[in-house]
């Protein structure tokens, strides 16, 4: 059976709060990006994961090899701390963030072609038809 782990990190990305949850399952990583606006408090936070963690739109997986934690106490506290000063998101979860960026642009972009493309075959029709229109009693 394997394990699955969530981790939530909150940072301040000018001139907004982000938050993002990773998950990690399977062996998986997938990520999704949340805006706070204001610097949340913990209670805060709390009852955002409570109400709306099902609502979160995730990446798509990406391969994840979880590291093996030493034993040694000094270099658990080590890494802690730089975890809770790091700079933020690791990379694994810049680039799932990445994937799902571009995925939403090539989906907005089919969409808006679709949609440039019927407009343009009702003007046609709409020309045509008006065409039809002028020579019906010749």
Same mark, same amino acid.
């Given at each position: 059976?394997?394990?699955?782990?969530?981790? &939530?990190?909150?940072? @301040?990305? *000018?001139?907004?709060?982000?938050?993002?949850? $990773?998950?990690?399952?399977?062996?998986?990583?997938?990520?999704?990006?949340?805006?706070?606006?204001? $610097?949340?408090? *913990?209670?805060?936070?709390?009852? @955002?994961? &409570?109400?709306?963690?099902?609502?979160? =739109?995730? +990446?798509?997986?990406?391969?994840?090899?979880?590291? =093996?934690?030493?034993?040694?106490?000094?270099?658990?506290?080590?890494?802690?701390?730089?975890?809770?000063?790091?700079?933020?998101?690791?990379?694994? +979860?810049?680039?799932? &963030?990445?994937?799902?960026?571009?995925?939403?642009?090539?989906?907005? =972009?089919?969409?808006?072609?679709?949609?440039? /493309?019927?407009?343009?075959?009702?003007?046609? /029709? &709409?020309?045509?038809?008006?065409? =039809?229109?002028?020579?019906?009693?010749?």
């Amino acid at each position: 059976m394997d394990r699955a782990s969530g981790r &939530l990190t909150v940072f @301040f990305e *000018d001139p907004f709060w982000v938050g993002v949850f $990773e998950r990690v399952s399977d062996g998986k990583l997938s990520v999704s990006k949340v805006t706070f606006g204001t $610097e949340p408090r *913990d209670y805060d936070i709390l009852e @955002f994961v &409570l109400k709306n963690y099902y609502k979160l =739109k995730f +990446s798509p997986a990406v391969e994840y090899e979880a590291r =093996k934690s030493a034993d040694n106490p000094k270099r658990r506290q080590r890494e802690a701390r730089k975890q809770v000063q790091g700079s933020g998101i690791g990379t694994k +979860s810049q680039q799932a &963030l990445q994937m799902q960026r571009e995925e939403m642009k090539t989906k907005r =972009k089919r969409i808006s072609k679709e949609q440039r /493309e019927a407009e343009k075959q009702r003007l046609f /029709e &709409l020309k045509q038809q008006k065409r =039809k229109e002028k020579h019906r009693g010749h």
